[in-house]
């Protein structure tokens, strides 16, 4: 009964800023970690961006100094500010959580988003 939804993709040119929004809906007690992934074609998916309940976040050496993650847990959001964006990263970006939907069952579920575009190109 849970979704994530990603929005935000889109085109830019390289040195471009984008941020990338994924919304957490339907029966949710609590949210654990919540991720960034990213897959190019013909690549394997990375793990992008990670951020904990506590807010404590970390990063691929790929993207640091450049991507910052945050969350807003008020509603069950997780963003992606990405700036100085480079051809290289052109990818599906997926939304990942790990979403508690019973009050009483102390289970955690991995969710995915569908994905969003982002392309980086002049």
């Known amino acids: 009964q849970v979704q994530l939804v990603e929005s935000g993709g889109g085109l830019v040119q390289p040195g471009g800023s984008l941020r990338l929004s994924c919304a957490a809906s339907?029966?949710?007690?609590?949210?654990?970690?919540m991720h960034w992934y990213r897959q190019a074609p013909g690549k394997q998916r990375e793990l992008v961006a990670t951020?904990?309940?506590?807010?404590?976040?970390n990063y691929a050496d790929s993207v640091k100094g450049r991507f910052t993650i945050s969350r807003d847990n008020a509603k069950n959001t997780v963003y992606l500010q990405m700036n100085s964006l480079k051809p290289e990263d052109t990818a599906v970006y997926y939304c990942?959580?790990?979403?508690?939907?019973?009050?009483?069952?102390?289970?955690?579920?991995?969710?995915w988003g569908q994905g969003t575009q982002v392309t980086v190109s002049s």
């Open positions: 990942n959580a790990a979403i508690r939907t019973d009050r009483r069952l102390p289970r955690w579920d991995d969710y």
């Open positions: 951020i904990t309940s506590g807010g404590s976040t």
């Open positions: 339907g029966s949710i007690f609590n949210i654990n970690a």
